[in-house]
């Protein structure tokens, strides 16, 4: 199931259709070289540093694993994850946005910082969850949720729902 469709081109992975769509708006992508490698590098950022972390510990809490060890291992997933969350927020410091201005990296940090929405993991970090609440305040972002929604219940199976 395509996730996002145009001109003939089907995509379903969310950093390959944030990036698709980046590449044509500096909006979303500098066109300087250095802020462009930046919003990229933040990108790759959220998807393989900070999703990771949350993924990782949220498997072990969803499937309710039991057994010797299981606490230890929630343990050190819990401990990473909070790490990766307190140097994302010791980066942002005072910041609005990752870098200068809103970028494509901010966008998938925020998609990616919205899986803890109303966990208390998120209130740890107050300076994260206030960033989550700004990116996701933005115009655009509620459009392009709204958007994305609208794909996922046009392809829901019958009767999902």
Known sequence: MPAYEE????MFESGAIVLHIAERSEALLPADPVGRARAQTW???ALN????????FGEIELRQIEGAGVDTLRGVALDFLRLRLRELE?????RE?????????????????E?????????????LDAYRQRCKARPAYERAL???MAAFAAHAPAGAG
């Open 7 to 10: 001109d003939g081109l089907a």
């Open 43 to 45: 990108m790759f950022a």
């Open 49 to 56: 540093t900070i999703e990771p972390a949350i993924m990782f």
């Open 90 to 94: 010791a980066w942002l410091g005072g």
């Open 97 to 113: 946005f990752l870098e200068d201005r809103f970028t494509a990296g901010d966008l998938l940090m925020a998609t990616v910082l």
């Open 115 to 127: 899986i803890l929405r109303g966990k208390d993991l998120l209130q740890e970090v107050p300076a």
């Open 146 to 148: 709204a958007a994305q």
